[in-house]
């Protein structure tokens, strides 16, 4: 079964998401969701390794995303050739242990990227925290959009959806 968590066709959809940058620990990296007249989101901006900067982020405020025995999450998406992560938070705070998992989306054109829920690892600040408990999808409370893994210069996601399958 598959739950819509967001829709992007609804330009209201990317009020809820906000920028969170290197500028958090002095870089100088922008990023910003925005809406697309064609009916999409665009996750876009500049990663720059300046004052030791390098990713890009966006991040839904605070809500109940959290659903039982999901499987894997799904994006529609456009891509332009670089690797995003798709994170996850079981809590409501700005630092703590994020759950990521990278994709690289066909550049170009639109498909669905399909990432399973067990494939999402916990990390703190870029580094992996190996005693953390697996993801538990029931105790969602954010998600977000990254750019990193020392990818600079200009960068365009397209995202028609973000979805939810469940067994």
């Known amino acids: ?13 990317v009020a809820l998401w906000n920028p969170i940058n290197d500028r958090v620990m002095g870089g100088v990296s922008h990023s910003q969701l925005r809406n697309d007249p064609a009916g999409h989101a665009l996750f876009c901006g500049h990663v ?4 030791n900067g390098g990713f890009a982020s966006v991040r ?4 109940d995303f959290g659903k039982k025995e999901v499987i894997a999450y799904l994006l529609e998406v456009c ?8 994170n996850l938070r079981t809590d409501e705070g700005f630092d703590g242990v994020v ?3 990278g994709f690289i989306p066909p ?5 669905t990227c399909r990432l399973a829920s067990a494939d999402f690892l916990p990390s703190w600040r870029g580094r992996p925290v190996p005693d953390a408990a697996p ?3 029931s105790c969602v409370r954010q998600i977000g959009l990254m750019i990193a893994d020392r990818q600079a210069g200009p960068f365009g996601l ?10």
């Open 1 to 13: 079964m598959t739950s819509v968590l967001f829709d992007f066709s609804d330009p209201r959809s």
């Open 48 to 51: 720059s390794f300046e004052n």
């Open 60 to 63: 839904c405020q605070p809500g």
């Open 79 to 86: 891509g332009d050739g670089k690797r995003y992560k798709l």
């Open 99 to 101: 759950y990521q998992v």
């Open 107 to 111: 550049t170009g054109q639109w498909a």
């Open 135 to 137: 993801l538990d999808t």
């Open 158 to 167: 397209a995202v028609r959806s973000i979805a939810t399958e469940s067994a």
